[in-house]
Antibody, heavy 130, light 108 residues
Framework: QVQLQESGPGLVKPSQTLSLTCTVS??????????WSWIRQPAGKGLEWIGRIYTSGSTNYNPSLKSRVTISVDTSKNQFSLKLSSVTAADTAVYYC??????????????????????WGQGTLVTVSS | QSVLTQPPSVSAAPGQKVTISCSGAGSNIANNYVSWYQQLPGTAPKLLIY???KRPSGIPDRFSGSKSGTSATLGITGLQTGDEADYYC?????????FGGGTKLTVL
């Protein structure tokens, strides 16, 4: 069973860089046809997709955050990370890491269908405050 | 402002059926598969439906999904008090992830 666990500072000062790491267990981050993603949720609000990374290092970012976001992967540690620069109070949220998977058809041996968030971390609250 | 539009709330009595709509556009829902997530209070979202209408192992068949054009629908039958949660639709738009604003389900 794949498990994801976020870690990092729970308090970040305004204008500084938020850094979080997601550790993947129960499977190799390099295996299969998966992306790895960060999603955040301000208190009482909906989900906001931040970005995703493939194990090749290819990334896609939310256009509204693209200028401040970097997602990277460390396959040797089975981890991927998020850096968000120049944070403000508006970046205060619960941050989730998630695996982005596709259905594996055992009959054909191919991954089919679309991508979806199949495994999630428990989330970590990051507060931006001086 | 979310890319996908969901009703803020829906409610129904135990045992009844409810549907939650998710409206998008040609660049997202119409050209991609839709997934649905259930978020119980204080917990992380959980995959409920993928590829428009498929249920992961362990998800009861009381939950169903459908898609037509630029809209998708989540259906829940035989409502239970344990179904009270926030529900989110999600899909992709030019390789970018997008979610609905979420729908709070109240089981009266």
């Amino acid at each position: 069973q794949v498990q994801l666990q976020e870690s990092g500072p729970g308090l970040v000062k305004p204008s500084q860089t938020l850094s979080l790491t997601c550790t993947v267990s129960g499977g190799s981050i390099s295996s299969g046809s998966y992306y790895w993603s960060w999603i955040r949720q301000p208190a009482g609000k909906g989900l906001e997709w931040i970005g995703r990374i493939y194990t090749s290092g290819s990334t896609n970012y939310n256009p509204s955050l693209k200028s401040r976001v970097t997602i990277s992967v460390d396959t040797s540690k089975n981890q991927f990370s998020l850096k968000l620069s120049s944070v403000t109070a508006a970046d205060t949220a619960v941050y989730y890491c998630a695996r982005v998977g596709r259905h594996y058809d055992i009959l054909t041996g191919y991954y089919v269908g679309g991508y979806y968030f199949d495994y999630w971390g428990q989330g970590t609250l990051v507060t931006v405050s001086s | 402002q979310s890319v996908l539009t969901q009703p803020p709330s829906v409610s129904a009595a135990p045992g009844q059926k409810v549907t939650i709509s998710c409206s998008g556009a040609g660049s997202n829902i119409a050209n991609n598969y839709v997934s649905w997530y259930q978020q119980l209070p204080g917990t992380a979202p959980k995959l409920l439906i993928y590829d428009n209408n498929k249920r992961p192992s362990g998800i009861p068949d009381r939950f169903s999904g459908s898609k037509s054009g630029t809209s998708a629908t989540l259906g829940i039958t035989g409502l239970q008090t344990g179904d009270e949660a926030d529900y989110y639709c999600g899909t992709w738009d030019s390789s970018l992830g997008v979610f609905g604003g979420g729908t709070k389900l109240t089981v009266l």
